[in-house]
């Protein structure tokens, strides 16, 4: 089971920090991505840690958010910097056996209930 927590309300030029914390299972295992959702739009991939150890970002976030995992805590984490208002959306967590740096909503097989972010001011 994947919990994401971390969501809220922040002004534009902002930063948030999401959590993503396994219970059952070794997060470290997985290839772990982040999604998000906006309004009337479809989920949308964002960045990726893989099993083997490799990152990747797309565009729009490149530079301005950063996932990294703690094993330790089995939590895998979401910094965003920079926000803008269209980051504003309801964000995801999941876990995939891909070894690579997938952002194929197919190839993930267990979802976070996801956390609202809203950048506004």
């Known amino acids: 089971q994947l919990q994401a927590s971390g969501g809220g309300l922040v002004q534009p030029g902002g930063s948030l920090r999401l959590s993503c914390a396994a219970a059952g299972f070794t997060l470290d295992y997985y290839t772990i991505g982040w999604f998000r959702q906006a309004p009337g739009k479809g989920r949308e991939g964002l960045c990726v840690s893989s099993s083997d150890g490799k990152t990747y970002y797309v565009d729009s976030v490149k530079g301005r958010f950063t996932i990294s995992r703690d094993n330790a805590k089995n939590t895998v984490y979401l910094q965003m910097n920079s926000l803008k208002p269209e980051d504003t959306a309801v964000y995801y967590c999941?876990?995939?056996?891909?070894?690579?740096?997938?952002?194929?909503?197919?190839?993930?097989?267990?979802w976070g209930q996801g956390t609202q972010v809203t950048v506004s001011s």
């Open positions: 999941a876990t995939s056996s891909f070894p690579g740096t997938t952002l194929r909503i197919s190839d993930y097989h267990d």
